[in-house]
Every structure is written in structure tokens, then in C-alpha cells.
């Protein structure tokens, strides 16, 4: 029996198996890096052991560091969770070696999938089709040319070692192998620690298709149905449901059996996920075995109302498979949506800050996982992803309408995110009827822009949270009103723009109602009624309208959520301080917070638009940094390996004619 459970792990998964864990009766035991010392699943948990600095690979990543700290507080196993240690053959082979539990497969299995090449060769033993490649152990580049002119094009270079969307280029001509292969490199180096690759014939446009396995220590193995995972941006997944409307009652039982002979292959035990492409004709192909719990588990419980992660310390501690596949039973349909702080208008650039509000959305059929609270900094160091929500319902329209809803109800202020890119995915006809491939967003939503929120609605909140707070602002430096019955003014600044913007607020006495007065582009004078203000909730009837918005605030920074969306204000002083000038025109700042992985040119260079300056790492996640002008390289201002802020001057151009 399973006792105390060290929980390897970090954020949402944590959070998730610290749950299931407290309703099994079980001692948990948190991990933490610096940045994490007050997360969620420290506070969550029973204990908690500090584990190292605050990049991966000098905590989540330490073998002997995670191995000591359950000894130390007297763990039996350890869960792996998912992403860091969870796919790691020698990190479950040590916990062996310790006497420990290791909540997964077993160390071969592990390794037997986690080479892409070697799990590739061995399914296709078992009669699992696979599509053509090269994984040899020859990594020179020439040879990687020679196959890939005999696999054909277009093609995928992948990290063998790798999974998640990261290591991976898709690769339409010869003359950009060469570059495709450096960065998959660099990527998979630095998320996996190996730099090998494989290459493989990309399917154009199909459908992700991965299947649920589970197998315990008795030699029994089953699936648990499929997954619908096409809708991906970088190769990264961002929506996920079950079952697919692409598969017929045939296709999902071949499916099945060739997801349950791949599993065979390796005698699997415990829970794994086998992913295929599916092909426009209905042809399948072999892509990977994860072994491990994976992201979107929830919408396969959602369907057959079990407790995966409960299946996984039964498994562990060697009970056979509380059913077999003839009592598998799935009812109605489950949709997961992936909340992530990034930028989706932006290239879905990742990004960082404070979470000033956080509040989960409720309803039937709604579930949430989340691994983050209020006041909570997203940093550099981790994945973007802070949270998923899952709605599930009887028919696929029902449990879309539901999350739909959840996510016009979840609040998320502070940092942009990618909640309104996940309401237009939802909301698109083309989702909507099914017809899904994994080029589904870059088709749809290429130059997809964050939709504006209601305006003069967060204008009207935050003056009225303002004069709530204190009819005369302390930051009003030097302003004086000699006639207190004037109307009080209000001036902000609507992110992004710089433009400053004038309201005016004059209270009716004696009642809650208001006369406001907003100068945009043209002036606009209504009547407001304040019902309710809470901390971060405000109800208005504006000109007879009844409306309950959410805002927050964090020194000058204000964010409205809306019907439409999230607006930010910045609050201006009537007497501002003079202000230093901006930088001279012809830098480049960093985007986001990262790390320089590589400098691509020197100082006297001459640079065209659009030309690759140097790369960034942030997130787990490659970015180039490019010159938007002709010029010539004046100075550079750090070195690969060194980390920037956001913002931060990276290099000095001097623009040419």
C-alpha cells in the first residue's frame, strides 16, 4: 500500500494529483523551486521540500535532489506528474534503486518509447503502420540530407528524445533542412538534454488521433477510447476532446487495437497515451507513445467517469485493472480547453507578470484544473499553461456551448492570455460542424487579433471604483478644485494606445447614480446607477443597461472584463511628473524575459530587414529576434547564455539608406 506520495511535480498536474491523492487518504509531499516557495501545490500539500534555484534543470530536473527529499520526509512513491522527470528512464530506474515507487511504466518501457527512431522500428514489429524515416544513429548533417531527399518532401525534423511540439520543424524544401535542423537542435538540447534527431514524412493537414492505454503488472492492457487533438498552434495542442467525430465505430476499434499492440510492445504497464495521424482517406499512422499521464486526461474521466489518476496508484501498487475492455463504457461528450499566459496576436508569444485576479468559472458539467491564485507571478521558467477547463455534456453541441460560457465567466486579469483566441475557436463554424486538421488554426486564425473590449463600460468602472475609493485621487499631485460641485476629472490611457482620454464624473446627491462623461473620439454623456462593488465586481445600469463587470488593479494599471473583453487602462496624473525621453529609434528590445541561446551577428555587420539578429529562449520555446530595417550592427549588448527582462535593449542598429 501506498502511504506518503512525493508528488515530482509543479503547477496544474500537481494540484490535479494532490486531489485525487487527499480523497485516497494519502500523505502528500510537495517539491518546490525558489519561484515556487508560495505556488498552490505547496500550500496544497502536507509538506513541502525545497528543491533548488528557480530554472528546471537546477530543481525539477535534479534526480538526487527529488530522491533525497523523499527520503527525507519518508515518501514510499513518487508521481511523476507530467513533462520534467515523468518520461525519464533513469529517473524511474533510480527511484527503483531507492526502494521507491515510481507511480509510471517501467524504466524499459520508458526508454523502449523514448527514443521517437527505436519505438518507431519496434511498433512496426507489432504491425502498427508507421510513416517513412530516418532516425539512424549518423546525425552528420550530410546524411540527414541523403535521407531526407529519399523520404521526400515535405517532412518533420522531431527531437528523438522529445515530445510536447518542442524539437520540432516542419520542413517544405531542401534549402531550409539545414536551419530547421540547428534550431530543432538547440530546442531539443535545451528541453531534453539530447540533441539527436529524426526525420519523418509530413502528412499535410491531418488529424491528431491519440488513445488512452493503461496496463497493470498481470499482463492485462486496454484503451480507454480516443482523443481529437488537432486544434494545435506550434505543434502544441489548445483544445482537446473525445470522441472524435472523424472516426467511425470500425475505425475507432482498428485504432484501439493497433493503440493496444503498441502498448504490447514494450509490455506497458500503468497510464500511457499512443498518438496517430489520420489521413483525409482514413489511413492512420504510428507518431509516438507518451509514457506518462497526459495534459488532457480530464475529457477521457469526463466521458467514462473514472479517476485516472486513482488507476495509477492502483497499478502501482500492483492490483490488476479494476475493469477489462469489454466493460469500458463512455457517455456523451467532453472538451477541454488549455488557458495559457501567452499572446496568441503576437505569434503566441509567451508571456509574464503578475496575476492580479483569478477566478474560476462554475456550471454543470464544468470542471477546472489549475495550478495558479491571485497574486501569483508567471515566470520565465516554466510552461506557459496555467490552467484547463472542461466541459462535458450529452451531445458534443452542449458541452461546447458550456465551455464557451466558462470561459466568458473565467476571470483572468493582469497579463494577456489566450481565453478570447479560445472563445473564437469555440465560436468558429468550421469547429463548430468538426472539420478539424492540424493546420486548423494556422488556416483559420492567421492574423486573428484580440477583440476590443467595451470601452466607455471600463471607462465608467474604474472612474466610479476610483471615486468610491477617494472622491479627490492622491496621485491628482498639485490639483486643486476650487468649486468641489464641478464634475471630477478622470484621465487614463487605453493600452496600448498612448492617447490620453478625459472623463468626467459629477454624483447626483443623496442616491447612487451618476453623471458621466467620457471624451473618446467623440463625447459621450450617460446615466449610471451603482447596485454593487465588491473587491473585483461591480454591477452598473448604464442609460437602463444592467451590466456586472470584473476589474483589478495594480498600481496605475487597471483591467476591465467585459462582455466583449478585457480592457486595460493606465491611470494618468492631471500634473505628470516630465518624464525621461525614449530610447533613440533603431533598437531592438526583447520581447518577453528569456535567455540569448544564440547570437547571429556581429558588431559591424549589415543587416537587411528581417534579417535572424539572435535567439531567445523563453518557456521552453525558441524565438528569433529580427531587424525590422536595413542596417548595420552598432552593439550587442549580452551573450548566449545570459538572461534579459522584458524590454531589455538587445542590440544597437544604426539605419542606412
Not at 519518508?74 to 507511480?103: K, R, T, V, Y
Not at 470584473?550 to 462582455?563: F, Y
Amino acid at each position: 500500500m501506498i502511504e506518503t506520495v512525493l508528488i515530482a511535480n509543479r503547477g496544474e498536474i500537481a494540484c490535479r494529483i494532490i486531489r485525487t491523492c487527499r480523497r485516497l487518504g494519502m500523505r502528500i509531499i510537495a517539491i518546490y523551486s525558489d519561484v515556487d516557495a508560495s505556488a498552490l501545490h505547496v500550500r496544497m500539500a502536507d509538506e513541502a521540500i525545497h528543491v533548488g534555484p528557480s530554472p528546471s534543470s537546477e530543481s525539477y530536473l535534479v534526480t538526487e535532489a527529488i530522491i533525497n527529499a523523499a527520503r527525507r520526509t519518508g515518501a514510499d512513491a513518487i508521481h511523476p506528474g507530467l513533462g520534467f522527470l515523468a518520461e525519464n528512464s533513469d529517473f524511474a530506474q533510480a527511484c527503483a534503486d531507492a526502494g521507491l515507487i515510481f507511480i509510471g511504466p517501467t524504466p524499459a518501457a520508458i526508454a523502449a518509447m523514448g527514443n521517437k527512431h527505436a519505438a518507431r522500428a519496434l511498433v512496426e514489429r507489432f504491425g502498427v503502420p508507421v510513416l517513412p524515416g530516418y532516425g539512424g544513429d549518423d546525425q552528420a548533417q550530410d546524411t540527414l540530407r541523403q535521407e531526407a531527399e529519399r523520404i521526400g518532401w515535405p517532412l518533420m525534423v522531431k527531437a528523438a528524445a522529445g515530445g510536447g511540439g518542442k524539437g520540432m520543424r516542419l520542413v517544405q524544401r531542401p534549402a531550409d533542412l539545414d536551419d530547421a535542423c540547428a534550431a530543432a537542435r538547440r530546442e531539443a538540447r535545451q528541453a531534453f538534454g539530447s540533441d539527436e534527431l529524426i526525420l519523418e514524412r509530413a502528412l499535410l493537414a491531418p488529424r491528431h488521433i491519440e488513445f488512452q492505454i493503461f496496463g497493470d503488472q498481470h499482463g492485462n492492457l486496454i484503451h480507454l477510447g480516443e482523443r481529437e487533438c488537432s486544434s494545435q498552434r506550434r505543434h502544441q495542442k489548445v483544445i482537446e476532446e473525445t470522441p472524435s467525430l472523424a472516426l467511425s465505430p470500425e475505425l475507432r476499434i482498428f485504432m484501439g487495437e493497433a493503440a493496444v499492440a503498441a502498448g504490447r510492445a514494450v509490455n506497458y504497464s500503468n497510464a500511457g497515451t499512443v498518438e496517430f495521424l489520420l489521413d483525409r482517406d482514413g489511413r492512420f499512422y504510428f507518431l509516438e507513445i507518451n509514457t506518462r499521464l497526459q495534459v488532457e486526461h480530464p475529457v477521457t474521466e469526463s466521458v467514462t467517469g473514472l479517476d485516472l489518476v486513482e488507476w495509477q496508484m492502483l497499478i502501482a501498487e500492483g492490483q490488476a485493472l479494476p475493469l477489462c475492455q469489454e466493460e469500458v463504457r463512455m457517455s456523451g461528450y467532453a472538451i477541454e480547453a488549455r488557458l495559457y499566459a501567452e499572446n496568441p496576436a503576437n505569434d503566441f508569444l509567451p508571456v509574464t507578470g503578475e496575476i492580479v485576479h483569478w477566478c474560476e468559472p462554475e456550471g454543470e458539467g464544468i470542471r477546472v484544473e489549475s495550478g495558479i491564485q491571485s497574486g501569483d507571478q508567471v515566470s520565465i521558467f516554466y510552461d506557459p499553461m496555467l490552467a484547463k477547463i472542461i466541459a462535458h455534456g450529452p451531445d458534443r453541441a452542449t458541452a461546447s456551448r458550456r465551455l464557451t460560457r466558462a470561459l466568458e465567466s473565467t476571470t483572468l486579469l493582469g497579463l494577456t492570455n489566450n481565453i478570447s483566441f479560445l472563445r473564437a475557436i469555440l465560436n468558429h463554424p468550421s469547429y463548430q460542424a468538426g472539420e478539424l486538421s492540424t493546420e486548423f488554426l494556422a488556416e483559420y486564425f492567421p492574423h486573428w487579433t484580440e477583440p476590443p473590449g467595451d470601452v466607455p463600460l471600463a471607462l465608467i468602472a474604474v472612474t466610479l471604483a476610483q471615486w468610491q475609493e477617494h472622491a479627490q485621487l492622491e496621485t491628482n499631485r498639485g490639483y486643486w478644485r476650487n468649486n468641489p460641485n464641478r464634475p471630477q476629472l478622470y484621465r487614463y490611457t487605453v493600452v496600448p494606445d498612448d492617447h490620453p482620454v478625459e472623463v468626467y464624473l459629477a454624483p447626483i446627491r443623496h442616491t447612487a447614480t451618476y453623471t458621466i462623461t467620457t471624451v473618446l473620439e467623440t463625447e459621450i454623456k450617460v446615466m449610471v446607477e451603482l447596485h454593487e462593488q465588491a473587491a473585483h465586481e461591480m454591477v452598473v445600469t448604464v442609460d437602463g443597461y444592467r451590466q456586472r463587470v470584473m476589474l483589478a488593479c495594480a498600481g496605475s494599471n487597471w483591467w476591465v472584463q467585459t462582455r466583449n473583453g478585457v480592457v486595460q487602462l493606465r491611470t494618468l496624473e492631471l500634473l505628470p511628473e516630465p518624464k525621461a525621453p525614449a530610447d533613440a529609434g533603431g533598437s531592438l528590445r526583447a520581447p518577453m524575459p528569456g535567455m540569448v541561446l544564440a547570437i547571429l551577428v556581429e558588431v559591424g555587420q549589415r543587416v537587411n530587414k528581417g534579417d535572424a539578429l539572435l535567439k531567445l529562449e523563453a518557456m521552453k520555446m525558441e524565438h528569433t529576434i529580427r531587424t525590422a530595417a536595413d542596417g548595420v550592427v552598432e552593439a550587442i549588448y549580452f551573450a548566449s547564455g545570459e538572461t534579459v527582462a522584458a524590454d531589455t535593449l538587445l542590440v544597437q542598429l544604426k539605419e542606412v539608406d
